[in-house]
């Protein structure tokens, strides 16, 4: 079975058993997580919502909340004996997809 779920302004194609990285959410660990804005499920037949399928759902757990690796973004202005560096880590909810049901 195949869903295709919207979390975060983005979509993720899920199964059963899968883990995904999303945007952070405000859930800790081990807590359990229902995504109600489903696009699109594939078992037997394909089913597609317009936008969202009613009534389908997508439950997963917390399996971590954590930091991505450190993004390094630069600026030099030759002849100008100016640089800048800064660094960014951003935020991630890694949730382990348990049940999908249409």
Do not use: S
Request: glycine share 8%.
């Amino acid at each position: 079975m195949i869903a295709v779920i919207m979390t975060g302004g983005k979509q993720y194609v899920v199964t059963p058993g899968k883990n995904i990285k999303i945007e952070k959410l405000p859930e800790k660990k081990r807590a359990a997580v229902v995504f109600d804005k489903v696009l699109l499920v594939h078992d037997k037949e394909l089913v597609l919502g317009t936008p969202f399928i009613k009534g389908a759902k997508v439950t997963g757990d917390v399996v971590r909340v954590a930091r991505h690796d450190k993004v390094v973004v630069g600026k030099f202005r030759p002849k100008k004996r100016t640089k800048k560096k800064k660094g960014h880590r951003q935020y991630y909810t890694e949730v382990l997809i348990k049940d999908i049901k249409a």
